[in-house]
C-alpha cells in the first residue's frame, strides 16, 4: 500500500497531469473537482494527504479546510492555488493547512512538498520505522518486516499501525480509529479492533499499545 492523495482541483487538464504524476511515483491519487465532492470522499476513504486547490465550485478550498478541522479531521493539507497575496496565504494557515505552494508550480516542487510533510506526518525524515525488537516498518508502502522477510498483515492491521506511528504517545480514542479504518460503507467491529491490536502486540512488543478503558489505544513510544 502507498500514501492516499486526495486532489481537489477543477481545472481538469491540471488535475490529471498532477494525478497521473504523482500516481508514477507511487501514490494513489483520487480526485474531487468541487467542495463537496470533496468533503463526501474525506468521509467515505481515509486520506493521507490533502492538495486542495481554493477557487473551486460550491464549497471552496478555505471553508472545505475549516469544516473537516472544525470536525476534528486532522489530515494533513497543501494549498495549490493562483492566489498568492498575504493575506490569501495567512487566511490558508489560519484554517489549517500544513503548507502552501503557488501556481504555476513545477511538479517537482509539488513532489517535494508531499514527501517532506508526509514525511513530517510520521515523525521521521526516513521512511522506515525501526522497532527495538527488529521489526521495521516501510512507512511509504506500508508493509512490516523481519529478517528481511514480510511480515504477513491484514490491510487494517497495517493501517492501524501506520496510524498509530503517526501519533506517538496520543490518545486515539475509538472514533479515530474507526474512522480510518472502516470506510463508510463498513461497519466498525470492536471485536475486530481487538483482534487487530492483539495481532499489533505480538509483533512490535505487548508494552506497545496501551489500553485505555472505554476510550480508545495509544501507542508508546520512548
Given at each position: ?20 504524476f504523482l500516481e508514477f ?17 474525506a468521509y467515505e476513504k ?177
Open positions: 500500500m502507498t500514501a492516499s492523495i486526495l486532489l481537489l482541483e477543477d481545472d481538469l487538464q491540471l488535475s490529471d497531469t498532477v494525478k497521473q511515483k507511487g501514490y494513489e491519487v483520487h480526485c474531487a473537482y468541487d467542495g463537496l465532492q470533496a468533503q463526501n470522499m481515509h486520506f493521507d494527504l490533502m492538495l486542495l486547490d481554493v477557487k473551486v465550485p460550491h464549497m471552496n478550498g478555505f471553508e472545505f479546510l475549516k469544516f473537516l478541522r472544525d470536525e476534528g479531521k486532522e489530515i494533513p493539507a497543501i494549498f495549490i492555488t493562483s492566489l498568492n497575496s498575504v493575506e490569501d496565504v495567512e487566511k490558508g494557515f489560519e484554517v489549517g493547512c500544513d503548507d502552501y505552494i503557488r501556481k504555476p508550480f513545477a511538479l517537482k516542487e509539488l513532489l517535494v512538498r508531499v514527501e517532506s510533510l508526509l514525511k513530517r506526518t510520521f515523525g521521521t525524515h526516513d521512511d522506515k520505522i525501526t522497532f527495538d525488537n527488529g521489526m521495521v516498518f516501510d512507512t511509504k508502502e506500508l508493509i512490516l518486516m523481519h529478517d528481511n522477510k514480510r511480515v504477513p498483515l491484514k490491510t487494517k492491521e497495517l493501517k492501524l499501525l501506520s496510524l498509530f506511528l503517526q501519533h506517538p504517545n496520543e490518545l486515539l480514542n475509538y472514533e479515530k480509529i474507526n474512522e480510518t479504518l472502516w470506510d463508510y460503507d463498513e461497519e466498525p467491529s470492536s471485536g475486530s479492533l481487538r483482534t487487530y491490536i492483539k495481532t499489533l502486540r505480538s509483533e512490535i512488543g505487548k508494552e506497545s499499545i496501551e489500553t485505555i478503558k472505554n476510550i480508545g489505544y495509544r501507542f508508546v513510544k520512548e
